[in-house]
């Protein structure tokens, strides 16, 4: 069964870099036709997809994002890492990796950007 389990601070200063780490198990990143999704929700909002990276190593990200995005990954280690820079504390949300093909889901990981 795939897990997926995220990492990371889970407080920001504003102005600076979120980093957060989903750890894969029981599959493989690099299977093909798989796509690694990063995913949050504000609080008293909907989800908003971030971007994702394909088994290829592909990114893809969300044109309200891609400015300040970054997904890459470490084969070596079944891990896909998102980088958002200069964060506000509109950034602020619950933030999830998932394969959203095959509906696996990480529990989430609360992200406070503040001072």
């Known amino acids: 069964q795939v897990q997926l389990q995220e990492s990371g601070p889970g407080l920001v200063k504003p102005s600076q870099t979120l980093s957060l780490t989903c750890t894969v198990s029981g599959g493989s990143i690099t299977t093909n036709d798989y796509a690694w999704t990063w995913i949050r929700q504000p609080p008293g909002r909907g989800m908003e997809w971030i971007g994702n990276?394909?088994?290829?190593?592909?990114?893809n990200y969300s044109p309200f994002l891609k400015s300040r995005t970054s997904i890459s990954r470490d084969t070596s280690k079944n891990q896909f890492t998102l980088q958002l820079s200069s964060v506000t504390p509109e950034d602020t949300a619950v933030y999830y990796c998932?394969?959203?093909?095959?509906?696996?889901w990480g529990q989430g990981t609360q992200v406070t950007v503040s001072s």
């Open positions: 998932a394969n959203l093909e095959y509906n696996y």
């Open positions: 990276i394909h088994y290829s190593g592909s990114p």
